[in-house]
C-alpha cells in the first residue's frame, strides 16, 4: 500500500511549530512513502486579519532543502501549500505566489465564515442551534463557490470543515446531507477544470468529506483525490490513511492522487 500525506504543517505555518526535518523524520520512523508540506500561505495576517501578500518562501524552501538532503533517500519529500482565503484578494494570493518557488502541490481552502456571518475563522464557531449552523454551512459554500471559480490550485481543502468544529468542540453528529445539492454545484465546475478534492484524516477524527459527499463527487466523474492529516504535529502524518483508502475503495474510487510539480499522479488503491 502506496502511503502519502498531502496535507502537513511545518514551522512557516502561523500554527506550526515543528521543522519539515522532524516531520519528515517521523514519517520515516512509520514507513510513509511520500510526504507533502502544505504550509498555511493565507492573503491576511492571522492577527487582526489585515491584509498580508507575502511569505517566507526562502525561509520555507531552505528548510525543505535541509529535510530533502537528510531524508530524501528514505521519503519522497514534496513541497506544496494550503491557499487560505485566496478569495478575499485574488490579487494578494496571485501576487504572493509569483515570488514561490515552484510548487509541487496547492490546496485551495476556505476557513472563515461569510461576509454575512462575519467573517470569523471557523475554528472559534460557538454553540449554537442546528439553524444557524446549517446557515453558517450555506456561508461557507457560497465562498467555495466563488473560489473554484477561480481556481488556480489543484485541489479542494477539507471541504467540509465546519463539520470539524461543530461536531468536536460542540459534541454534535451533523452531516453534510442538507448541502448536497450545493457540494454538487461545486463538483460540477471543478471536474471538468481537473480540480479535485482531498480526503482529510482530520489528524483522527472523523474523515472529511463524509463517505455520502465522496461518492457523490465520484459518481459525478471525479477522480482527482489526494490524502492528507491535516498534521500540525509529528504523530498525526500518516493517521488513518489505510483507513481511508479503504474508504475510498467502498466508495468507487480506484485510485488516489499526488503531486509533482501541479502534475497529478495515480496510485492505485
Ligand atoms: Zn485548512
Ligand atoms: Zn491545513
Known amino acids: 500500500m502506496y502511503l502519502a500525506d498531502y496535507h502537513v504543517h511545518a514551522s512557516c505555518s502561523p500554527d506550526g511549530k515543528f521543522t519539515v526535518e522532524?516531520?519528515?523524520?517521523?514519517?520515516?520512523?512509520?514507513?510513509?512513502d511520500e510526504l507533502c508540506i502544505t504550509d498555511h500561505v493565507d492573503t491576511y495576517?492571522?492577527?487582526?486579519?489585515?491584509p498580508r501578500d507575502d511569505?517566507?518562501?526562502?525561509?520555507?524552501?531552505?528548510?525543505?532543502?535541509?529535510?530533502?538532503e537528510r531524508f530524501g533517500d528514505r521519503l519522497k519529500l514534496r513541497l506544496g501549500a494550503e491557499l487560505g482565503e485566496a478569495y478575499w484578494s485574488y490579487e494578494r494570493m496571485e501576487k504572493i505566489l509569483s515570488e514561490a518557488p515552484p510548487l509541487d502541490f496547492l490546496i485551495g481552502s476556505v476557513h472563515?465564515?461569510?461576509?454575512?456571518?462575519?467573517?470569523?475563522?471557523?475554528?472559534?464557531?460557538?454553540e449554537a442551534d442546528e439553524t444557524f449552523y446549517h446557515d453558517v454551512i450555506d456561508g461557507y459554500m457560497e465562498e467555495m463557490a466563488g473560489l473554484v471559480q477561480?481556481?488556480?490550485?489543484?485541489?479542494?481543502?477539507?471541504m467540509t470543515l465546519p463539520l470539524r468544529y461543530i461536531n468536536e468542540k460542540h459534541n454534535r453528529t451533523m452531516t453534510f446531507e442538507k448541502h448536497m445539492h450545493q457540494a454538487e454545484d461545486i463538483f460540477r465546475v471543478i471536474i471538468p477544470k481537473g480540480i479535485g478534492i482531498e480526503c482529510?484524516?482530520?489528524?483522527?477524527?472523523?474523515?472529511?468529506?463524509?463517505e455520502a459527499v465522496l461518492k457523490l463527487y465520484r459518481e459525478m466523474g471525479g477522480e482527482i483525490i489526494t490524502l492528507g492529516s491535516d498534521a500540525h504535529v509529528p504523530e498525526h502524518i500518516g493517521?488513518?490513511?489505510?483507513?481511508?483508502?479503504?474508504?475510498?475503495r467502498s466508495c468507487g474510487f480506484r485510485y488516489f492522487t499526488t503531486y509533482t510539480q501541479r502534475?497529478?499522479?495515480?496510485h492505485p488503491l
Open 22 to 32: 522532524q516531520l519528515a523524520e517521523h514519517a520515516v520512523s512509520i514507513g510513509l
Open 45 to 50: 495576517y492571522w492577527k487582526g486579519f489585515t
Open 55 to 68: 511569505f517566507p518562501w526562502e525561509k520555507a524552501k531552505a528548510d525543505f532543502d535541509r529535510a530533502v
Open 112 to 126: 472563515m465564515a461569510s461576509r454575512r456571518h462575519g467573517q470569523f475563522d471557523l475554528y472559534f464557531i460557538e
Open 150 to 158: 477561480w481556481g488556480k490550485f489543484d485541489v479542494i481543502g477539507h
Open 200 to 210: 482529510n484524516t482530520n489528524r483522527g477524527n472523523a474523515i472529511l468529506p463524509e
Open 239 to 248: 493517521c488513518q490513511m489505510a483507513e481511508a483508502q479503504e474508504l475510498l
Open 263 to 266: 502534475k497529478p499522479e495515480f
